[in-house]
């Protein structure tokens, strides 16, 4: 990460304080749906994965959050005599304390966190490839989720943002409805960069395609062992492929994916899509 990278987001870390100290209900200033809208304009363009590209989008935000605090500070400003600089300096030595652990480490933590705080109704999967981390819930999640804005607060309190980019994953096939949150992550990892994952868990067990794909792949997926959700239907994150309940029995399209997947057996059950997946993905913090 360059040092350019890691000034702005030190001044994020500055910068939040202000915002979550202000006893006002401030939602309307939250940053968190304007961010995904912000950097969006990037989620087309090929070839940053693992994010170099995509760095100047953090110093975007980071310049949009100091605007963000100086209308807080503004509005507040009738209630208190608070000297501006010196409480900034306090801040400083206060928020910039990066996470200790490794990457991985932070993944694991923010997986546990998840399946604290979301429940058990929607999976969520969280990845570490290359240095960076990618979550997301099934069919994709935006900055605006629900549970997204307090999911921030979580890994800015904690450092992780300092010491790695995250990444929120969204669909890869708009034409199609089972976009299982494992195949959101792979597909905006890419084929070429599914060999650099490290970290790989969802907060809940893994379906049999996303299982059968994921070892295939040596995918180091550390999901909970429990009977996985059957699943309506199941999208390749890499090519036009689909297999569903509608299309025959379960046990008979899993056996043909992973035939598929090992030896190219061309599909009987599963369906060619009109629709090519392409992976995509926000920088987000
Ligand atoms: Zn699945």
Request: glycine share 10%; charged share 20%.
């Amino acid at each position: 990460m360059t040092e350019s990278v890691r000034t702005a987001k030190r001044r994020v870390g500055v910068g939040r304080t202000p915002i979550e100290v202000d006893s006002e209900p401030a939602e309307p200033v939250r940053p968190v749906p304007i961010a995904g809208l912000a950097l969006g304009t990037s989620l087309d363009e090929p070839g940053q994965l693992g994010g170099p590209a995509a760095r100047p989008g953090s110093v975007v935000e980071a310049l949009r959050r100091q605007a963000i605090r100086g209308q807080t500070i503004r509005r507040s400003g009738t209630e208190t005599t608070m000297d501006l600089s010196e409480d900034e300096e306090e801040l400083s030595e206060e928020e910039l304390e990066p996470w200790e652990g490794t990457v991985d480490e932070a993944g694991d933590d923010i997986v546990k966190w998840l399946r604290k705080n979301a429940g058990k109704a929607t999976n969520y999967t969280v990845a570490v490839c290359s240095g960076h981390i990618y979550l997301t819930k099934v069919n994709g999640v935006t900055p605006a989720a629900k549970l997204m804005g307090q999911l921030r607060e979580h890994i800015q309190d904690n450092g992780i943002d300092q010491v790695c980019n995250i990444y929120l994953c969204q669909k890869y096939n708009t034409s199609q409805p089972s976009n299982h949150a494992e195949m959101c992550v792979v597909a905006a990892i890419g084929a070429a960069n599914i060999g650099n994952i490290t970290f790989f868990e969802c907060t809940a067990a893994s379906c049999d395609y996303c299982g059968a794909f994921l070892a295939h792949y040596d995918v180091p997926n550390t999901s909970p062992a429990n009977d996985p959700a059957s699943q309506a239907g199941w999208t390749h994150p890499f090519q036009s492929l689909f297999w569903g309940t509608q299309l025959g029995g379960h046990k008979a399209q899993v056996d043909e994916l992973k035939a598929y997947l090992d030896h190219g057996t061309a599909p009987r059950i599963g369906r060619v899509i009109g629709t090519a997946p392409a992976g995509r993905y926000v920088l987000w913090l």
